[in-house]
């Protein structure tokens, strides 16, 4: 396969999130692997968005005789927190609501995770099948109040078209 990824400035979120959702559509196209689907899309995510400095999956795990919890899966950037307890920090505080979450300084969020300290705003979505939670989208930014309704929006899209291409969720 042969990928070329566009340059985006985000001047113009709503078009561009939707020419970026074109693009992942084609990128995911005719692969269901959810490893290969999520390493891409982290990789498509981390290039094309501006002013962050990590995008990636947690997965939701089963863990005999304990309460689920996310396990870091594929990611772009620095090394991760690789377990993080459902309801605790930003992707635990978004895995337990099923609602996004976007967090404009994280030094405000209580509770806060912090896997960089570099990061100063999150926004985190959810990754639901039918009823079924599988895990969350987190992306972090170096800068403060980065992330906005129109960011929210079109992130809560390309979620959805991984959800809906991915198989082994």
Same mark, same amino acid.
């Given at each position: 396969?042969?990928?070329?990824?566009?340059?985006?400035?985000?001047?113009?979120?709503?078009?561009?999130?939707?020419?970026?959702?074109?693009?992942?559509?084609?990128?995911?196209?005719?692969?269901?692997?959810?490893? $290969?689907?999520?390493?891409?899309?982290?990789?498509?995510?981390?290039?094309?968005?501006?002013?962050?400095?990590?995008?990636?999956?947690?997965?939701?795990?089963?863990?005999?005789?304990?309460?689920?919890?996310?396990?870091?899966?594929?990611?772009?950037?620095?090394?991760?927190?690789?377990?993080?307890?459902?309801?605790?920090?930003?992707?635990?505080?978004? $895995?337990?609501?099923?609602?996004?979450?976007?967090?404009?300084?994280?030094?405000?969020?209580?509770?806060?995770?912090?896997?960089? $300290?570099?990061?100063?705003?999150?926004?985190?979505?959810?990754?639901?099948?039918?009823?079924?939670?599988?895990?969350?989208?987190?992306?972090?930014?170096?800068?403060?109040?980065?992330?906005?309704?129109?960011?929210?929006?079109?992130?809560?899209?390309?979620?959805?078209?991984?959800?809906?291409?991915?198989?082994?969720?």
């Amino acid at each position: 396969m042969e990928f070329t990824s566009k340059r985006y400035d985000f001047r113009n979120k709503d078009a561009d999130y939707a020419s970026l959702a074109d693009e992942l559509n084609g990128l995911l196209a005719g692969e269901q692997d959810l490893v $290969a689907n999520a390493a891409n899309t982290a990789a498509l995510l981390f290039d094309a968005l501006p002013g962050i400095n990590w995008a990636g999956f947690y997965f939701l795990r089963a863990r005999e005789g304990l309460e689920s919890e996310l396990v870091v899966g594929p990611f772009q950037g620095k090394p991760a927190c690789v377990r993080i307890p459902v309801g605790k920090g930003v992707c635990g505080t978004a $895995a337990a609501t099923r609602k996004t979450v976007v967090v404009r300084d994280v030094h405000d969020f209580p509770g806060h995770i912090a896997c960089d $300290a570099a990061s100063q705003s999150e926004i985190v979505v959810p990754l639901i099948k039918g009823d079924t939670l599988l895990g969350v989208l987190d992306i972090d930014s170096p800068l403060l109040a980065r992330f906005d309704d129109a960011d929210r929006r079109g992130i809560e899209r390309l979620a959805a078209i991984f959800v809906a291409g991915s198989r082994g969720l």
